[in-house]
């Protein structure tokens, strides 16, 4: 989580961070500070994370939780999911000091706690088999099927944005690309839409740079739209899908070639050497009260103000000039299987909450069915309310009345470096599900999309969190 809204302020943080840290740390925020837009590897190498441990803490009581929340600011302390529980476990990356340090002090305390990852440098190795096969199959293989994609490893922006051209150029008859804009550093936002109906489905990855699943998902699905659309002609005949698979593509980018946990924007902060926005706090929804974070350098920044960047605003521009016809909005991140029902500002549900949550529940038992995997669907408390994210903000605002959030596989034991071999069966389940749910889709309706500003004062202020939240 880095940093908490209302702390140290930018300067004293970088300094506190000069006198806690080892050279290896500082090494990274350097390389974050110095590398230029678009270098593209030219910059200082990548960011290493030898010696790293995931550790996975079960918070019973206040003074685990109190323990942990010592750590929220300790550069050495990365947490993978939210920090402030008062119940449940707690991911956090350590570096190998304060690692040492946190274990000391958690079997002190009597809490207990499991190693997840026991390297994550070697844990980012595995995750990616890079010599999957020799270079020049590899280019037979790209050449022979059209396109450089495989399911089986994790691929780089420029290899999805050729499947997308790939899929519309043999499936013209049902796809076709589109663009929704251009990111802070000029890369295109691309997505392809498939099939012939008037009513529209957006789905969408890679919002967060470092879930590589998610993008890897999305492509499985375009091709099950494309490629395999025998498998959903009654889908296809009554809905038009738009689909994007990576809508932070300069993070995404960032997160292969400079910082594997990478997950925000990569925007300049006026006021700070810390760079991007976490581009999912950055919606106009009852932005920066509850999960985010006015702190440039948290991973959970919310912007200097709702749709500070190019990314977000291209995703409001196109929802807004689709909401008449879009009835579904669907976003993958990782980690944990879960599926959010609206709303996550607030525990006041939306009017429709019973239909919307029957659509997720078809989802969850399709995919249950696909692949045996017990997907839940959450109920938002006082403490796991999030500010400023997108599936809210298309429901609310927007009007799109059925809005939902993946978190995809797994459940921490490799968190958000998930074996490529898990790309098709997590791609699987998930098409059983998103199809599953376009099909339990009611008649058309519309809803008002006003009702921002009355939930929005019902929410309560920003609190502890509680089981059930989102591994982001
Ligand atoms: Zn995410």
């Known amino acids: 989580m880095g940093c908490r809204r209302g702390e140290l302020p930018v300067l004293g943080a ?5 006198l806690l840290v080892g050279p290896r740390v500082l090494a990274q925020r350097a ?19 030898s010696g790293y441990q995931v550790l996975r803490v079960q918070v019973t009581g206040t003074d685990t939780a109190e323990l942990l929340r010592s750590y929220e600011n300790n550069p050495g302390a990365h947490f993978w999911s939210e920090s402030a529980v008062q119940e449940g476990p707690v991911d956090v990356m350590v570096s190998p000091d304060v690692g040492r340090r946190l274990k000391e002090e958690l079997t002190r305390s009597g809490a207990s706690y499991t190693v997840n990852i026991e390297d994550v440098q070697e844990a980012i190795k595995r995750e990616n088999p890079s010599d999957l096969l020799q270079p020049r199959l590899q280019v037979r293989q790209s050449l022979q099927q059209g396109h450089p994609l495989t ?8 290899d999805h944005h050729q499947y997308l051209d790939f899929v519309a150029l043999r499936y013209g008859d049902l796809c076709e690309t589109f663009s929704i804009g251009t990111s802070t550093e000029g890369r295109d936002i691309r997505g392809v839409k498939c099939g012939r109906g008037k009513r529209e489905i957006w789905i969408d990855g890679g919002i967060h740079a470092r879930e590589w699943i998610s993008p890897a998902v999305v492509s499985y699905l375009i091709r099950e739209f494309s490629e395999r659309s025998t498998t959903s002609n009654d889908i296809l005949s009554n809905f038009t899908l738009y689909i994007i698979p990576v809508l932070n593509p300069d993070g995404y980018e960032y997160s292969h070639t400079h910082d594997r946990m990478w997950r925000k924007t990569r925007s300049k902060n006026a006021d700070s050497t810390c760079i991007g926005v976490d581009a999912n706090r950055n919606f106009d929804i009852s932005w920066g009260k509850s999960g985010t974070s006015q702190e440039p350098c948290a991973v959970t920044y919310g912007g200097p103000h709702p749709f500070s960047e190019p990314e977000t605003r291209a995703i409001r521009d196109f929802v807004l000039a689709h909401k008449d016809k879009l009835e579904m909005f ?3 991140h990782s980690y944990s299987e879960l599926l959010f029902v609206p709303y996550a500002f607030t525990i006041q ?15 969850v038992a399709a995919l249950r069915a696909a692949s045996g995997r017990e997907f839940s669907i959450p109920r938002t408390t006082p403490y796991n309310q999030l500010s400023g994210v997108s599936d809210d903000w298309a429901k609310a605002v927007a009007g799109v009345r059925f809005t939902y959030t993946f978190e995809l ?18 791609g699987r389940e998930i098409a059983a599900a998103i199809k599953a749910m376009i099909r339990a889709l009611p008649a058309p309706q519309r809803q008002s999309g ?10 309560p202020a920003a609190g502890k969190r509680a089981a059930g939240r989102r591994f982001y």
Not at 38 to 49: F, I, K, R
Not at 151 to 158: E, F, G, I, P, V
Not at 351 to 361: L, M, Q
Not at 410 to 423: M, R, S, T, V
């Open 14 to 18: 970088v300094l506190a961070l000069a």
């Open 151 to 158: 399911w089986r490893k994790y691929h780089r922006l420029a």
């Open 330 to 332: 669907i976003t993958l």
């Open 450 to 459: 006003d009702v921002a500003e009355h939930r929005e004062a019902a929410a």
């Open 349 to 363: 549900k939306p009017d429709d909450y019973d239909e919307v949550r029957a659509v997720a529940e078809r989802g």
């Open 31 to 49: 390389d974050i500070e110095l590398v230029p837009a678009l270098s593209g590897g030219d910059g200082p190498g990548p960011v290493t994370y």
């Open 409 to 426: 596989r797994d459940k921490g034991a490799h968190g958000f470096l998930l074996p490529a071999e898990q790309i098709e069966p997590s």
